[in-house]
């Protein structure tokens, strides 16, 4: 005994675990919390136009990450991943699970939720699950969508907390628990329900028809307040949008502060790992469905009780939503099973973000990986971001890129369209038709141009740094997986030793 804790301590010492710091016998739970759609409309992000409070007393007691990435713009596959820690070509969820898009991951995935129920672990789900096939996903505790209302378990805020509170109340002491508060707000909803606003701003606000959520105290800007980052088009009507967006997330912020309040009151603010995040980028020209900045950079908050050190300070290190599961597992101190899924060997790419809780981790790098978004939208890409450069490749460049449902009819693409149709001014920064018609390779300098507008992939003198990136991404692909990797000239063999053969197809 005396001696296995002598090699513990040494192994501690030698490895510096984060968990050796504070010991193994301490209680331990996890809180993930994932909006939808949100983006950086937060003060925590310097976004000083929206209030916030709820969010920044989170971001007091976290590490705020400055360059956190989803690796898919796409809701049901950006979950997979948070859940998996696999991209979405590895995982199988390539496009949007529900109705007609169908997607769903392989029978053979193991997930975070099935790995932490193996383990003992009470899991948890409440509001927007949005993955499948169920055997896949298990959880212990489920208020979503497949059994409520969406509007409910994802809006209602009143709701949520009761919701909250019901799971932690029949919590035992001693078994940890993961839950999973999955917000649907600050979604766009105006194409499913345009009677509460094109984000819903007005579900439960009290005006006549729109019922109560008597937690909710709702925040109204005007459309001169909102700030336009500059992916949006500055017009009255994509301020009037944003306006609306920002209602929506003020009941957001103020859902948060419920939850946690919640976690508190029910004693386990000091053994529970909380994680805020969000699954895409904003639903606005250039943001969700795309794998540029706008469509990948996620808000991220980390906050350990056990890691007090760093609270409220940034971080620059670049990481992902691929980096939530080895972050939960390496918190329960819960391995990763080798396994296959068909003949492939399935290993984590991402990392656990527990050392950047300690000190400031020099990781520069993000892979992302999309196919399709609704079962019509098949435009893959892949990419990867290395310290300035983000490098896309898109497969199927010569199709316009697609565009998706809710968007189209949103008050900021239908403005755009009609301006672009009767030749007027858009006040974008880019033209439909450049962005519906990309580059098959288009290579960024995100610190001399943030906007990414100038394509650098044919120029010579960034010869070497595309070709570093493509060699980085290529490996990635492989090491995941990745059905496409050797498109689109190529058709992948992948009998034997796999293995790329040319089409002779002119690309
Ligand atoms: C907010 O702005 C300040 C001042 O420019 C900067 O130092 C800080 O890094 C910014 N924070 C975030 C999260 O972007
Ligand atoms: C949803 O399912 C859970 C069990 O998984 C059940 O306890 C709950 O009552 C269901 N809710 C509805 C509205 O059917
Ligand atoms: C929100 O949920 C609470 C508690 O279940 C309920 O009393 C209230 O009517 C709901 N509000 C709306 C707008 O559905
Ligand atoms: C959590 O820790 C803080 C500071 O150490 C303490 O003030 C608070 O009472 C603790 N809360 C619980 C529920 O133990
Ligand atoms: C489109 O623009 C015309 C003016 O060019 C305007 O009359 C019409 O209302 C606009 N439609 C929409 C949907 O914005």
Request: charged share 20%; glycine share 6%.
């Amino acid at each position: 005994m005396a001696f296995a804790n002598f090699f513990l301590v040494l192994g501690c010492v030698f490895i510096l675990s984060s968990r050796c710091i504070f010991g193994q016998s301490k209680r331990r739970n996890v809180l993930l919390i994932i909006a939808d759609d949100a983006g950086f409309e937060t003060e925590v992000y310097n976004n000083s136009a929206v209030r916030t409070p709820h969010l920044r007393a989170l971001a007091r007691r976290s590490v705020i990450f400055r360059n956190a990435f989803t690796s898919v713009s796409s809701c049901s596959p950006s979950r997979s991943t948070i859940l998996t820690g696999l991209p979405q070509h590895q995982n199988g969820m390539y496009g949007l699970h529900q109705d007609i898009h169908h997607f769903s991951s392989f029978d053979g995935v193991r997930s975070l939720p099935l790995l932490l129920g193996q383990a003992n672990i009470r899991t948890g789900i409440i509001g927007k699950k949005h993955v499948g096939p169920g055997e896949v996903y298990p959880f212990d505790f489920a208020r979503t969508e497949e059994n409520s209302s969406v509007l409910q378990v994802g809006r209602n805020i009143t709701r949520i907390r009761l919701l909250v509170r019901d799971f932690l109340r029949v919590q035992e002491a001693q078994r940890p628990f993961f839950l999973y508060v999955a917000f649907h707000d600050p979604h766009r909803c105006g194409h499913s329900q345009p009677q509460y606003g094109p984000f819903c701003e007005k579900f439960g606000n009290g005006e006549a028809g729109m019922g109560r959520i008597p937690d909710w105290t709702p925040q109204h800007y005007t459309p001169e307040q909102v700030k336009v980052p500059y992916f949006i088009p500055d017009t009255p009507a994509a301020r009037a949008d944003l306006a609306a967006q920002y209602t929506t997330i003020s009941r957001l912020d103020q859902g948060i502060g419920l939850v946690l309040q919640e976690l508190r009151e029910a004693g386990f603010e000091n053994d529970t790992l909380v994680i805020y995040s969000s699954d895409n980028g904003i639903p606005f020209p250039n943001g969700r469905t795309n794998l540029y900045w706008s469509g990948t950079a996620e808000p991220m908050l980390v906050s350990s009780p056990e890691h007090r050190q760093r609270w409220g300070q940034e971080s620059q290190a670049y990481v992902s939503l691929l980096d939530i599961t080895p972050t939960i597992l390496d918190w329960f101190n819960i391995p990763y099973p080798a396994y296959n899924l068909g003949k492939q060997p399935v290993q984590l790419t991402g990392r656990s973000l527990l050392p950047a809780l300690i000190s400031e981790q020099p990781w520069s790098t993000v892979f992302a990986s999309q196919s399709l978004h609704e079962v019509t939208m098949y435009y893959p890409m892949r990419a990867v971001h290395q310290g300035p450069y983000r490098l896309v490749h898109n497969l199927n460049y010569k199709m316009p890129f697609p565009i998706d449902q809710d968007f189209y009819v949103s008050p900021t693409f239908q403005d755009l369209l009609n301006r672009t149709q009767g030749g007027r001014p858009t006040a974008w920064f880019k033209t439909l038709q450049e962005y519906y018609y990309r580059d098959r390779w288009e290579l960024y300098d995100t610190r001399a141009d943030p906007t990414e507008s100038r394509n650098l992939a044919s120029d010579p003198a960034h010869g070497p740094v595309l070709e570093s990136l493509r060699a980085q991404l290529r490996k990635w692909q492989w090491a995941t997986s990745d059905p496409w990797v050797c498109g689109p000239d190529a058709v992948l063999e992948a009998k034997l030793t796999p293995q790329c053969r040319p089409l002779f197809n002119g690309l």
